[in-house]
């Protein structure tokens, strides 16, 4: 399984921003979907999450409202649509994907950075 995540950049305070993952290999067997950032000297955080099948979705707290996670399974593509964004949410963002309902994620992509300035 690879994970391609793409779309990072600079943008404003208040701008929107779409990031993309790209999966390959055994999809078939993925569960679920996740975006996580990690922003400089800090931990790395979940920002949202997506069931591969079926399309539950699930977010961090701080993200509601702003951030919108969707898949397109016969792309086998995840996406992370940000709008409203803030210095704050500058950081590398990852995507993820994990083949159980309970486990860790098993999978991770390379990260794609956004840099949002004020």
């Known amino acids: 399984v690879q994970l391609q995540a793409s779309g990072g950049g600079l943008v404003q305070a208040g701008d929107s921003l779409r990031l993309s993952c790209a999966a390959s290999g055994r999809t078939f067997s993925f569960y679920k979907m996740g975006w996580f950032r990690q922003a400089p000297g800090k931990e790395r955080e979940f920002v949202a999450g997506?069931?591969?099948?079926?399309?539950?979705?699930n977010y961090a707290d701080s993200m509601k409202g702003r951030f919108t996670i969707s898949r397109d399974n016969a792309k086998k593509m995840v996406y992370l649509q940000m709008n409203s964004l803030k210095p704050e949410d500058t950081a590398v963002y990852y995507c993820?994907?994990?083949?159980?309902?309970?486990?860790?994620?098993?999978?991770w992509g390379q990260g794609t950075l956004v840099t949002v300035s004020s």
């Open positions: 993820a994907a994990k083949t159980t309902a309970g486990g860790k994620y098993d999978f």
């Open positions: 997506i069931i591969w099948n079926g399309g539950s979705t």
